[in-house]
């Protein structure tokens, strides 16, 4: 009766995480889209950056509730779609940077403020929800939490970054901030591609297939 109990409990314990994990996919799918668009109007590297980092959340929060339910194959080819779809946001994001090395202009400061204001409450809720099953999925749950809170921080850092621009008139600090962001976007989609030609490895594995 005793393992039945516990069986039940760790079910019931990754039912919450899949729930949770899909709705904070979908608040960061959602800002995406906010944070995408206001940056290509106020003229923001580091905004635009972000914004790809929303992308990655969904992504990585989209792929704990497959790791929580689907085969390791599937699991894998949708990884590396994941990875794929990352970088195509990075990609624009770090061409807009590269044309703005020659002469980087400021953005306009208050969407900045504003959009980033309303990142580090999504953020935020992102971060309290799963802090609520961070312990039910292992490393997996855990992992979402931490990239939560962390990108609180980063939503600080773009609002610092528009107080330094609305003193000193510079596009310099929002695009050196932007290229740091776009960075850890790149190295992001970069491990969730290594994850995920681990799982294809493992599911051959398990197949008994011959591993290439």
């Excluded at 609520?132 to 990239?147: D, I, N, P, T, Y």
Aim: glycine share 8%; proline share 3%; hydrophobic share 55%.
């Amino acid at each position: 009766m005793g393992a039945y109990d516990e069986g039940g409990d760790e079910a019931l314990d990754r039912r919450r995480l899949r729930r949770v994990v899909l709705v904070v996919a979908g608040l960061n799918l959602a800002y995406f889209f906010v944070e995408f668009s206001v940056a290509q109007v106020a003229g923001s590297i580091s905004l635009l950056a972000d914004s790809v980092d929303f992308l990655e959340d969904a992504s990585v929060n989209l792929l704990i509730f497959a790791a929580l339910g689907w085969p390791l194959a599937r699991r894998a080819a949708m990884g590396k779609l994941m990875a794929v779809v990352i970088l195509g946001p990075a990609a624009l994001a770090g061409w807009e940077a590269a044309h703005r090395f020659a002469d980087p202009v400021a953005p306009d400061v208050v969407p900045v403020v504003v959009v980033s204001l309303g990142a580090i409450v999504v953020n935020g809720t992102s971060a309290w929800l799963l802090a609520r099953v961070r312990h039910h999925g292992g490393s997996l749950g855990r992992a979402a939490f931490l990239s939560a809170r962390n990108d609180v921080l980063i939503n600080a850092a773009i609002i610092a970054m528009a107080l330094v621009t609305s003193w000193t008139s510079s596009g310099w600090p929002d695009l050196l901030l932007g290229c740091l962001i776009i960075g850890l976007a790149l190295h992001a989609a970069h491990e969730v591609w290594e994850i995920s030609e681990e799982e294809r490895l493992d599911a051959k594995a398990l197949a008994g297939e011959p591993i290439d």
